[in-house]
């Protein structure tokens, strides 16, 4: 569900300066030498709406709904579909804690350092998808 695989994943920059629109990340790579380098990047950034809630800052808690539901929930419990169509069971998102934006990287501007960053980050989020998906079949398997 990508409400809790927002919750779970965090964000992506390690602090965020609102009034001077940037973001930091520090980052631990290897080199072709596979000498370990730690460096500060810091990214110019720009709110987007966010996508999860598409900008309106809450979505129903993931433990009411994640699994699915059908008219058999509601019909068992009318009280329960008119509270959940009504928001009562809304949490604040999980991207954007609330605000309807998130900052994103300003990709118009980056610096060569700025864009191996990037590629190291993504790196590094696809193999922390990898990872969980690996753990999440080790679980269905009941290894």
Known sequence: DPRTRAAREGSWYDSFDENAMTATKELTYWDDEDEEHTEVFTFKVRFEVCDLCNGKGSHVNPSIDSGGLSQDDFDYDPDFEEEYHAGRHDVPCSQCNGKRVV??????????DQKRALKIME?????????????????????
Do not use: F, K, N, Q
């Not at 900052?103 to 060569?112: E, F, K, N």
């Not at 690996?134 to 009941?142: Q, S």
């Open 123 to 143: 790196e590094y989020a696809e193999d922390e998808r990898r990872h969980h998906a690996e753990v999440m079949a080790e679980m269905r398997m009941g290894c």
């Open 103 to 112: 900052p994103v990287i300003d990709d118009r501007s980056l610096t060569d």
